[in-house]
């Protein structure tokens, strides 16, 4: 039993610098980019930024949205294309692959289209491609309330 505990360890924590290693060497953000695979696929991550719990109905206008950082470039999406930080693509739970979407907030908007699943953190409706968030102003706050219009 510690065996395994000792080992789960080792998996988790060495996982945790292979990734954090190269992404220091590669820098070019300001978020650290342990932080941004955290938003991206673990629920209830330690440090991700709090937004509040209660959101719209997925098939609402409000949606919390998050987004990826550079950690998984090049990593397969849902739709089969390997994910791309500098496009204007998102992640949703239920809309169809290829569905457009205008997604707003604070007086600035971007079109994306949906081609990966998730989030998979609670709360969270909508993860956007780094390139759409920082459209929008949502690299700073990291999680923030958008809307969002099928175009």
């Given at each position: 039993?510690?065996?395994?505990l000792?080992?789960?360890l080792l998996a988790v924590?060495?996982?945790v610098?292979?990734?954090?290693?190269?992404?220091a060497v590669?820098g070019g953000?300001e978020e650290?980019?342990v932080?941004?695979?955290?938003?991206v696929?673990h629920?209830?991550?330690?440090?991700?930024?709090?937004?509040?719990?209660a959101s719209q109905?997925?098939?609402?206008?409000?949606?919390?949205?998050?987004?990826?950082g550079?950690a998984?470039?090049g990593?397969?999406t849902?739709?089969?294309?390997p994910?791309?930080?500098d496009?204007?693509?998102?992640a949703?739970?239920?809309?169809p692959?290829?569905?457009e979407?205008?997604?707003?907030?604070?007086?600035?908007?971007?079109?994306?289209t949906?081609?990966d699943r998730?989030p998979?953190?609670p709360?969270?409706?909508?993860?956007l491609?780094?390139?759409?968030?920082?459209e929008?102003g949502?690299?700073g706050p990291?999680v923030?309330?958008?809307?969002?219009?099928?175009?």
């Open positions: 039993m510690i065996f395994d000792k080992v789960w924590f060495g996982g610098v292979a990734l954090a290693v190269p992404l590669l953000e650290t980019p932080r941004q695979v955290a938003e696929r629920a209830a991550a330690p440090g991700a930024p709090d937004v509040d719990e109905d997925d098939s609402g206008d409000t949606m919390v949205a998050s987004y990826y550079r998984l470039e990593l397969p849902a739709s089969g294309e994910f791309d930080a496009a204007y693509t998102a949703h739970k239920s809309l692959l290829g569905t979407l205008e997604v707003r907030r604070g007086g600035e908007s971007v079109r994306v949906v081609n998730g998979y953190t709360g969270r409706d909508i993860d491609s780094l390139a759409a968030a920082q929008i949502l690299t990291g923030g309330r958008v809307d969002t219009v099928v175009v």
